[in-house]
């Protein structure tokens, strides 16, 4: 940590710092110039980033060396994590390939929904049985029968499967059917639910917030991450912007930029970036190309009967076309899908 000292600071204010940082048991190292003082402290920044220096005279700012996201920094893990759903890789060169309807409906229309996208090459299904809704008189999901439903098919098609959670309250309830936990967007920063499955060791998708920096971001994953659980994977979701021509600003330079910092996993979800399935294969193909570790695409059967985000649904024959042209990519790159079991 470097602490800039203002210019012209008195002597008497660079000696109140040094005792100050030499009471948290620190060792300062002073550099003087003719204008500017400044101090470089090298030991544990946790603790002079719980002390308010920049509160004490004299002082114009203090610079963290450190990022404060360690576990999930890339400095500490240089490696790129490997995350193991089930079975089923993501990260590290392993593609996870996540599609589903946005909400389960029911066992048939599950049913149809997870043959055609494990025919069309998908290693993971999706759907919530707990929606998060902007209105609370919108369809609020199927609960614990919408569970079962999901994990009765994803065993059936040897698919594993991802659902939301989204209370503290409900982990325990979710952990008992599914294989990974979805932190939705408008939670990423509920911190007692991100406590709360940091508490299991089940893999977390954890999706960016619509308002969150990619910062932010780590930082939510850092919750999770030093409850113990290190099974992490990010998800770039879009995030709000001034042009509604897109439902969510698609940032698919979030993939790179996260990747610079952390050694999670990062996958995109241009179902919900975009709003428009003419919109999905072309974002979904460059955010593969960017370098995301999967991709997470809501697929419906029938987008007019579906209870939430019909709109922007893919058919199934349109994610086969879309599967195809991602196993190309991945080939390309390098990557491989991660298989899954049973036909
Ligand atoms: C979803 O995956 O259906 C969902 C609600 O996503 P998000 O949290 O990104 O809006
Ligand atoms: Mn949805």
Do not use: W
């Amino acid at each position: 940590m470097i602490i800039v000292l203002k210019p012209h600071a008195t002597d008497e204010q660079i000696e109140h710092v040094v005792q100050r940082v030499e009471a948290l048991g620190l060792k300062p190292h002073l550099s003087k110039g003719t204008y500017r003082t400044i101090i470089g402290v090298i030991g544990d920044e946790e603790k002079l980033q719980a002390a308010p220096l920049e509160a004490i005279p004299g002082v114009a700012k203090v610079v963290p060396i450190l990022p404060p996201y360690k576990l999930a920094s890339n400095e500490a893990h240089p490696e790129p994590s490997v995350v193991d759903v089930a079975g089923v890789k993501i990260g590290g060169g392993f593609l996870a390939m996540i599609a589903g309807p946005c909400a389960v409906e029911g066992a048939e229309r599950m049913d149809a929904i997870a043959k055609a996208i494990k025919a069309a090459g998908a290693n993971l299904l999706r759907g919530g049985a707990f929606k998060p809704r902007t209105s609370p008189y919108a369809y609020q999901g199927m609960g614990e029968e919408g569970l079962k439903i999901l994990r009765d098919t994803g065993d059936k098609y040897g698919l594993p499967i991802v659902t939301e959670v989204m209370d503290p309250r409900r982990v325990e309830l979710v952990y008992r059917y599914t294989d990974m936990f979805q932190i939705g967007a408008r939670n990423m920063q509920n911190f007692n639910l991100l406590t709360e499955v940091g508490q299991t060791r089940k893999p977390v998708l954890l999706k960016r917030g619509m308002s969150a920096t990619i910062k932010d971001l780590l930082m939510s994953a850092e919750y999770i991450l030093s409850e113990g659980n290190s099974s992490v994977v990010l998800c770039e979701r879009g995030i709000k912007s001034f042009d509604s021509s897109t439902r969510n600003l698609y940032d698919v330079a979030a993939v790179p930029a996260a990747k610079a910092l952390s050694h999670l996993p990062i996958i995109v979800d241009p179902s919900h970036a975009t709003g428009r399935p003419d919109l999905i294969p072309p974002c979904a193909l460059a955010g593969i190309a960017a370098g995301a570790d999967g991709v997470h695409i809501e697929v419906h059967n029938c987008p007019e009967e579906a209870l939430s985000d019909g709109p922007q649904a893919l058919l199934p024959h349109q994610y086969a076309e879309l599967a195809a042209q991602i196993k190309k990519l991945a080939e390309l790159f390098g990557k491989t899908i991660s298989p899954t079991r049973g036909k």
